[in-house]
């Protein structure tokens, strides 16, 4: 797959069934669309194309506003965005930025400059909603038109419901705020996980026994904050359990900077640089500060007690529901 920071060079721009939007976790209803522009490029010899958006056009309006916390929460970064897109069967994403000029396009300016002169797109699916361009004054009938003008066709896809409720990332950002891992993995038809590459930290952790594995978290507005039992994926052949924080580690830094920091129990290796993926399984507490380290240690020891209770309760219930069988 190949991926554009903005518009391809010419060269690179042969036509394409494309789709529009932000993608946010790639949940099922993204999935079922993406499926659908697949079949269309396959059908027509087209390149599978999809155009999103960074940063989130809510969070650039936000940011504009002077209102940034009301931002939506980010599902997924843009390495999880772009692997999911990957498992689609997408040939090409175009990462447009968001700005100032973007958002100031009319229609008929996305339409020329952006899906005719800058994609070459042929076949083109959005959601029913769809809107565009400037004060998102450009709809459907908008583009059908276009299409019939310019010769590309545009098509629809209607909801995708779970249990008769539509299937969207604010209700995936809705369920894991109440961390509802169940309910997620239904609405994203996978576990909820973050993934990225170990980088070094204040190696605060060792000096109290709890040495950490640390990620960083690209934006400021995760759609989970807290402690969790979670599982890493990437270092053997079975996950392995452990105990993660994913915040802003209040009693130890004031730059405000997101950190996914997890604890593999009974666990030693070099894995700075190795790109792993957290799952999360269940939450145990919000984020707090403490008023010192010895304070911060007792609750860390907490944590790592209740996650390692909770795998030692999966796995007896495992073998009770096998004695069942």
């Known amino acids: 797959m190949k991926v554009f920071r903005g518009l391809p060079n010419a060269e690179s721009r042969a036509p394409c069934a494309l789709t529009i939007g932000n993608f946010d976790g790639v949940h099922r209803g993204h999935q079922a669309l993406l499926a659908q522009v697949r079949d269309a490029a396959t059908r027509l010899n087209l390149d599978a194309?999809?155009?999103t958006?960074?940063?989130?056009?809510?969070?650039?309006?936000?940011?504009l506003a002077g209102t940034p916390e009301k931002a939506p929460p980010r599902i997924a970064n843009l390495r999880d965005k772009l692997q999911s897109l990957s498992n689609a069967g997408v040939d090409r994403v175009?990462?447009?930025?968001?700005?100032?000029?973007?958002?100031?396009?009319s229609p008929q300016e996305f339409i020329t400059k952006i899906l005719i002169q800058g994609l070459h797109v042929r076949w083109l699916l959005v959601g029913e909603d769809f809107c565009f361009g400037a004060?998102?004054?450009?709809?459907?009938?908008?583009?059908?038109?276009a299409g019939k003008e310019h010769g590309f066709e545009v098509h629809t896809m209607p909801n995708v419901n779970n249990a008769g409720v539509r299937i969207s990332s604010s209700a995936i950002r809705v369920a894991l705020g109440a961390a509802d891992f169940p309910l997620?993995?239904?609405?994203?038809?996978h576990a909820y996980a973050m993934s990225g590459h170990v980088v070094h930290g204040q190696k605060l952790g060792r000096t109290i026994g709890f040495p950490t594995l640390n990620m960083r978290v690209s934006h400021k507005h995760p759609a989970l904050s807290g402690i969790y039992v979670v599982q890493v994926h990437g270092l053997a052949e079975q996950?392995?359990?452990a105990v993660a924080s994913l915040g802003v580690r209040p009693t130890v830094d004031d730059s405000g900077r997101v950190l996914l920091e997890t604890h593999i129990f009974d666990y030693s290796g070099d894995c700075y640089g190795k790109l792993l993926r957290v799952e999360f399984l269940k939450k145990l507490r919000d984020e707090e500060k403490y008023i010192d380290l010895p304070t911060l240690t007792a609750a860390i020891e907490r944590d790592a007690q209740q996650a390692r209770a909770w795998f030692k309760e999966q796995a007896s219930f495992a073998v009770s529901a096998t004695d069942r069988i």
């Not at 175009?94 to 396009?105: G, K, Q, Y």
């Open 94 to 105: 175009i990462v447009e930025h968001f700005n100032s000029n973007f958002a100031a396009l």
């Open 135 to 145: 004060r998102r004054s450009g709809n459907i009938d908008t583009l059908i038109a």
């Open 53 to 63: 958006f960074e940063p989130h056009p809510r969070e650039f309006f936000a940011q």
């Open 239 to 241: 996950p392995l359990p």
């Open 49 to 51: 194309a999809v155009m």
């Open 184 to 189: 997620a993995c239904q609405l994203l038809g």
